[in-house]
């Protein structure tokens, strides 16, 4: 099992730029798909992106494709979410989230996931 930390959070304008980092510890990050998920105040946790274990496979929430894009680098034992052209209903708190699985699996459902960090908060003004 590993232990999961995100980082990166900020308060932006509107159209700007950042990336969150997942950073894992105590395991091996390699083994693992990787989730994203945001919640707004008053709202549930809601499903960003995933990607595969290799990397090779994606997918995203419709309201971020083309906004946001999901990299790994397993040697750092780290995940990224580029966000691009923020807009202020991006505003959240953004969790990652991990489950060891096969190379090409993804998961869009929060139950599927075993690991959670503790989120990192992403504001961004309008």
């Known amino acids: 099992q590993v232990r999961l930390g995100e980082s990166g959070g900020a308060l932006v304008q509107s159209g700007a730029s950042l990336r969150l980092s997942c950073v894992a510890d105590?395991?091996?990050?390699?083994?693992?798909?990787v989730g994203w998920w945001r919640q707004a105040p008053g709202k549930g946790r809601m499903f960003v992106g995933t990607?595969?274990?290799?990397?090779?496979?994606?997918l995203y929430e419709n309201s971020v494709k083309g906004r946001f894009t999901l990299s790994r680098d397993n040697s750092k034992n780290a995940v990224y979410l580029q966000m691009d052209n923020l807009k202020p209903e991006d505003t959240a708190v953004y969790f990652c989230?991990?489950?060891?699985?096969?190379?090409?699996?993804?998961?869009?459902?929060?139950?599927?996931?075993?690991?959670w960090g503790q989120g990192t908060q992403v504001t961004v003004s309008s």
């Open positions: 989230a991990g489950r060891i699985r096969p190379n090409q699996d993804v998961g869009i459902l929060e139950s599927w996931y075993t690991d």
């Open positions: 105590g395991g091996s990050f390699g083994d693992y798909a």
């Open positions: 990607i595969s274990r290799n990397g090779v496979h994606t």
